[in-house]
């Protein structure tokens, strides 16, 4: 997971309260992208940022909102967590966005929300 | 919705055969990508081939894609417990740049 950091990587918390995930590249990468994973959906897109400034919604980006003003760090919130959020989350960075698209992911942060 | 469905969802075998998982797609793409997940990680990128290829070989990893079938194999050859591990296909979709993973395949490799 060398170049992408994400924190927290464990996080518990209660219903209601907001919560915001962290994603530090390296690398320099202009694309940065956030998915959940759950048992039985694989990986889905949650948002992706093409640029400082310029994000765009994924399949499930309701419940969720993104900022990225810096190019190393893209966040994750959820304004208010509800318990369909409990997952694991991911942080993914590429250099190219169509063409040959290859992600280079961080180690996950797992969210309970109770 | 997903895009690339694997089959199986799981996948038992000894070390030393081979094991091979499919992934089926919906709509057109500019190539296929294979990522493995060790359990408590993040996804590494194994092999992408692209839309206009056929098969594609690394190590004991082989590829192969159907555009017309709109399907891909992964066979890792001469497995090793150290393959234990989910295989996902995720699919670069032609229209959106997107890449959109399946559900994976949980293989064991029994020693």
């Known amino acids: 997971d060398a170049g992408i950091t994400q924190s927290p990587r464990h996080k518990v918390t209660e219903t209601g309260t907001p919560v915001t995930l962290r994603c530090h590249q390296t690398?320099?990468?202009?694309?940065m992208y956030w998915y959940r994973q759950d048992p039985g959906h694989g990986l889905r897109l949650i948002h992706y940022?093409?640029?400082?400034?310029?994000?765009d919604k994924g399949e499930v980006s309701d419940g969720y909102s993104v900022s990225r003003s810096k190019t190393e760090d893209f966040l994750l919130t959820l304004e208010s967590a509800t318990s369909s959020q409990t997952s694991v989350y991911f942080c993914a960075i590429s250099d190219t966005f169509s063409g040959a698209n290859v992600l280079t992911f961080g180690a996950g942060s797992r969210l309970t929300v109770l | 919705s997903q895009q690339g469905e694997e089959d199986p969802q799981a996948l038992s075998i000894q070390e030393g055969e081979n094991a091979t998982m499919n992934c089926s797609y919906k709509?057109?793409?500019?190539?296929l990508q294979w990522y493995r997940q060790n359990s408590g990680r993040g996804l590494v990128h194994l092999i992408l081939i692209r839309s206009n290829e056929r098969e594609k070989h690394s190590g004991r990893l082989r590829v192969t894609l159907d555009t017309s079938k709109k399907s891909s194999s992964l066979l890792i050859t001469a497995s090793r417990a150290a393959d234990t591990a989910s295989y996902f296909c995720a699919t670069d979709e032609s229209n959106t740049g997107k890449l959109i993973f399946g559900q994976g395949t949980t293989l064991q490799v029994k020693p």
């Open positions: 690398e320099n990468h202009r694309y």
């Open positions: 940022s093409y640029g400082v400034k310029d994000t």
């Open positions: 709509t057109s793409i500019n190539n």
